[in-house]
């Protein structure tokens, strides 16, 4: 059986993120391992074409879409509790996510990806793509996919 001392979870702050951060927290117990929380950002495109004085506020806007994740990583720290270790990535990237997570999984030293899943298929699939299959695919760490939970 493995153990597992560092777990990284990457959070869009939705549902499914939710739902791998009590999965990841809960391991995390288990295996008396440090969480890595993640967030990706996705900078503005930069259009050669716009004039400078639209492109001023671009940096500050950036800087303010940084500083929010950063707070709503902070509160989604405090939800794991005192007795975990957690530490806090914001990542700014113009690549994939699962480009980015796999970055910071080799950089952290990761032992653990836990990953929510929205749970598209089909069409919706293929046409968004999946960040966690592809984690799942190109991983070189265990990886957890934390499907929905279904309604009742």
């Known amino acids: 059986m493995s153990v597992y001392r560092h777990i990284l979870i990457p959070t869009d702050f939705s549902e499914a993120a939710e739902h791998a951060l009590q999965r990841a927290a809960k391991l995390a ?4 391992a440090e969480l890595h929380l993640l967030h990706i950002i996705a900078p503005p495109v ?5 004039p400078d ?5 671009m ?15 902070q509160k989604t720290a ?13 990542r700014e990237t113009f690549a994939h996510p699962a480009d980015a997570i ?3 999984a080799t950089e952290t030293e990761i032992d653990l990806i836990v990953i929510g899943s929205h ?3 089909g ?3 293929i046409l968004i793509g999946s960040t966690a299959e592809k984690i799942v695919r190109e991983s070189s760490c265990d990886v957890l996919v934390v499907k929905p939970e279904k309604s009742a």
């Open 102 to 104: 796999s970055e910071v």
């Open 53 to 57: 004085m639209i492109l001023a506020p």
């Open 29 to 32: 117990r288990q295996n008396a």
């Open 46 to 50: 930069h259009n050669s074409e716009m």
């Open 78 to 90: 405090e939800q794991v509790g005192n007795d975990v270790v957690v530490h806090q990535h914001v």
């Open 59 to 73: 940096g500050d806007l950036n800087e303010q879409v940084k500083l929010a994740a950063e707070e709503r990583l």
């Open 119 to 121: 749970g598209h298929s």
């Open 123 to 125: 069409l919706m699939h």
